[in-house]
């Protein structure tokens, strides 16, 4: 039975490779601390997993404890290793200002995907997030 089970979630994130690997999606905590799964990368509310064919990162909600917004879903290595700094970097006045919903976090994960040489005042402005221009990272 847990060898179909682990079946169906491999099946299931190698899907969701294939469909978009940078949708924000809402998942449970829960299922990042089982078996081969392994905590790779933690810098403030975001933390980067490695599952079996994939490397995850999310970031974690203190409103929401047993919930985490999964940013990406990669297949590659070298990419999660690319994007993480970069998202630990320019999201931190966003989820310190805003309490952020998959919703409202898709736009700001394709601006840092789309320009990444903005700076996190870039991508507030573009956004219409501007009350993260207050942020002491973004006025530095």
Request: with cysteine; charged share 20%.
């Amino acid at each position: 039975m847990q060898f179909l089970g682990r079946l169906l979630d491999s099946v299931s994130s190698v899907s969701t490779l294939f469909t978009n690997p940078h949708r924000v999606r809402e998942v449970p905590l829960a299922d990042y601390g089982g078996p081969g799964r392994a905590l790779l990368k933690e810098e403030g509310r975001l933390v980067l997993y490695r599952i079996s064919q994939s490397w995850d990162c999310l970031l974690t909600c203190p409103d929401t404890p047993a919930l985490a917004l999964r940013l990406f879903q990669v297949a590659s290595e070298e990419d999660a290793m690319n994007l993480f700094p970069q998202y630990a970097l320019k999201l931190r006045p966003f989820y310190e200002t805003l309490p952020l919903k998959a919703e409202t976090t898709q736009p700001i994960v394709d601006c840092i995907r789309n320009h990444q040489d903005w700076s996190s005042a870039h991508i507030a402005v573009e956004t219409g997030l501007r009350e993260c221009l207050k942020h002491n990272y973004v006025q530095r």
